[in-house]
């Protein structure tokens, strides 16, 4: 059983709290006015048993709730959050459809090009975005990375819409570890455990920028996206446009997941990459470079 933590924090709204959760709640938005159409909601049909309920707006990861004039939240919300918790984390059910349908997780291991990764492939989305991991320390917003790390092992992890790319630290072997890890992150993605804090993510990453993207950029990164990046991700990784020097026609880029330190990543960049961008834009490229390997 997930232990679910319960915080608020205001709207913009000043009659309606949000109280979230670390762990899933809902498919879909849902809102509801009245106790009748809780029914099938046990935890919503706890929050209209309290008196000065006026509507409950359930979300992926939030509860919204607005209520009655006739009080204000700083006497209750407190209150309120450890209710929901409780009752959360002492087994009660979002929905009835939780008891119903709880799909099967499935992950089988995969070998990259890379000796050293190992792909790990889920029978479902993980993610919505590509995300790196480095360390430990750059893991905080990301539980299963956070996890993944606790083994010695792990020296990157990578994710991807439906499977996990780990790479390991030299002097180790996959033979070993594969079954154990594909084991954990199956039973952490069955526990509808929380994967990575996307928006925290997305938020703090939003870096304002006036700088204008020439029209050779735009081809290039078009190439990228339709025609390479299907490819590099059947392999467990990624690759991210960087830079395009005008001057020298070279096109910077970072390889991600299973393709960073991969010993034939540098065939792969000049035969394959750097052949096709120069074949889809002749004379606009002289070379291909990863400047991260």
């Known amino acids: 059983m997930n232990n679910h933590i319960i ?18 709640l809902s498919e879909k ?11 099938d909601f046990p935890l919503i049909q706890q929050i209209f048993y309290l008196p000065f309920i006026k509507k409950v ?69 993980i993610v919505s975005d590509i995300y790196e991991f480095k360390s430990l320390e750059d893991s905080y917003e990301s539980p299963l990375a956070k996890s993944l790390f606790g083994f010695e092992f792990v020296k990157e992890v990578f994710f991807d819409f439906n499977f996990v790319s780990i790479i390991q630290k030299p002097g180790f072997k996959w033979e070993e570890n594969v079954m154990d890890v594909r084991e954990f992150i199956r039973s952490f993605i069955q526990d509808k455990n929380t994967i990575v804090f996307e928006e925290n993510i997305k938020k703090a990453s939003k870096v304002k920028t006036d700088t204008p993207i020439d029209d ?40 991600q997941g299973a393709c960073s330190g991969c010993p034939s990543s540098t065939i792969t960049l000049k035969s394959g990459i750097e052949t096709m961008l120069k074949d889809m834009l002749p004379g606009k490229i002289s070379e291909v470079n990863a400047i991260n390997g």
């Open 7 to 24: 915080k608020y924090k205001e709207t913009s709204r000043e009659e309606e709290l949000e109280f979230y959760s670390n762990n899933f």
């Open 29 to 39: 938005r849902i809102e509801f006015h009245k106790i009748e159409e809780t029914n």
């Open 57 to 125: 707006t359930l979300n992926k990861y939030s509860i919204y709730i607005e209520k009655l004039n006739i009080l204000d939240w700083a006497d209750v919300q407190e209150e309120l959050c450890s209710q929901l918790q409780d009752f959360l984390n002492k087994g009660g059910v979002v929905s009835k459809n939780q008891i119903k349908k709880t799909s099967p997780v499935t992950v089988y291991a995969e070998s990259t090009p890379n000796p050293n990764a190992m792909k790990f492939v889920v029978n479902k989305r």
């Open 216 to 255: 050779v950029s735009k081809e290039i990164i078009k190439i990228i996206d339709e025609n390479i990046k299907p490819a590099v991700a059947s392999d467990g990784g990624n690759i991210l446009f960087e830079s395009y020097e005008t001057e020298t026609k070279k096109v910077n880029v970072i390889l």
